[in-house]
């Protein structure tokens, strides 16, 4: 007999996310993922300045803000043939970098630590034999009796009060749960830190950007000006900061998340056979060191690997019809063409259609449209995205520094490649992927130096920038890596104005609906089989689906006829 689970909302993601699960004997044998907000920031965009599209997409989400208006601006460079100066890619780069390891470390400890780590648990660990763990796997200074002492202070203070704070409604004491004490109150104490370091490392973001969350982007270049004795310019001072910012974060990222997610990973080997979910993986890759337009001087390489086969990396177009498409015969809209036919993006639709029940239901009508997302598909597969994708597309296609450390990193944990194909594995190319982009960043900050030494200030293009230049009709596809996987704008320009933009974000790819001819997507696909200890407390399934890092928030709020709420977020 088997017994159908709902965990809505999902939390500690960025958005709206249901799951229904089917348990039999303990595992899960079948899965349904429904993204309950409506994305409407096509509509909001139509008749608008093409320059303006980046600020208004870089707005869908509060969390990869940077890399939305990258993909915007990078669209209409592309309908437009603008080509932008070195310094401006190389400060894209470092932005790029930045949200990187600040979202990387930030999903890592408040995101989808506790799922691994028993916060509660910390209050029995002794604070010495804390410290000599710590000590054991990094010389990060904060790791004396006394520190770990103090954390466990002030967390049993929260636990006193009765209430956790930003603790509370854990499934703390679950059975699922391995790690030592001394483990968890390590783990808990970084959480912390992790907090305070994390807002300092974005203050790249407001030195080359204006400000954060949403720093200010240029359609043709980067909006900051080099001016080495200019107060209000990227002067000596603050480009001599933002050397210090990367410094630092590459010190906290070596010293103590890597070292965390090392030993996290030792008590939960297992996992790496857990939660594999589809065999195809698509990354479109990013940061150029010799223009975009070079694509193979990208440090993130593009590609498709096809059934888990690392011998081959198939080429990606984003502009060829035959490629992406997005199908809706589960999902909340409408297509002139009907349900089953496929669209590419330069000829998509965004006709909202809700079919589903009316609140307050017991499940969704899976067998019929059952999610606000579309279904994307690269020539028919139902695809991976994400940290894991980018660092299997960069193993196969080569890179010695990527190869190295993902060997490293199997190595210390003594398992097979094949446990890459996991929840473990895609955890585990989160941290590999954030220490490169820590390394990276540092060259990408030389050779912006070395340029502005030799007396290359150009952070602008102006060439192709004013509409009376432009073709009556353009079309352009931006490509790029959010944190959480392939991000694409595709846009069509006629009389000097948005005629069509549509976006298919990471979370489009890994969350959506079932496709025409029933295939799973990512999160569906990777549920099947994942063992469940109590159908009350689903640790399993979070587990699994925080893995992703979902990000549902390309969307605004659903309300009903009558402008209220139908759906109802609670903290955890």
Known sequence: MSTRIVVDPITRIEGHLRIEAEIKDGKIVDAWSAGTMVRGIELIL??????????????????????????????????????????????????????YMQDHVVHFYHLHALDWVDVVSALKADPKKTSELAQSISNWPKSSPKYFADVQKRLTAFVNSGQLGIFANGYWGHNAYKLPAEANLMGTAHYLEALEWQKEIVKIHTIFGGKNPHPNYLVGGMPCSVNIDEVNALNADRLAYVGTLLEQAYEFIDQVYIPDLLAVASFYKEWGAIGGGVSNYLAYGDLPMNGYADISSFKFPRGVILNRDLSTVHAVDGKNADEVQEFIKHSWYEYAGGDTVGKHPWEGETKLNYTGPKPPYDHLNVDEKYSWLKTPRWKGHAMEVGPLARVLVAYASGKKDVIELVNAVLKTLDVPVGALFSTLGR??????????????????YQTLMSNIKNGDTRMFNKDKWEPETWPKEAKGVGLTEAPRGALAHWIVIKDKKIDNYQLVVPTTWNASPRDPDGQRSAYEAALIGTPIHDPEQPLE??????????????????????????HQLHTF
């Open 427 to 444: 955890t585990a190319a989160r941290g590999i992927e954030t220490k490169l982009v820590a390394e990276w960043s540092k060259e990408f």
């Open 541 to 566: 399934i979070l587990r699994t689906l925080h893995s992703f890092d979902p990000c549902l928030a390309c969307a605004v709020h659903l309300y009903d006829e009558k402008g209220r709420y139908v």
């Open 46 to 99: 139509k008749g608008r300045d093409p320059r303006d599209a980046w600020a208004f997409t870089e707005r869908v989400c509060g969390v990869c803000t940077t890399v939305h208006a990258l993909a915007s601006v990078r669209t209409v460079e592309d309908a437009l043939g603008i080509v932008v100066p070195p310094n401006a890619e190389m400060v894209r780069n470092l932005m790029f970098a930045t949200l």
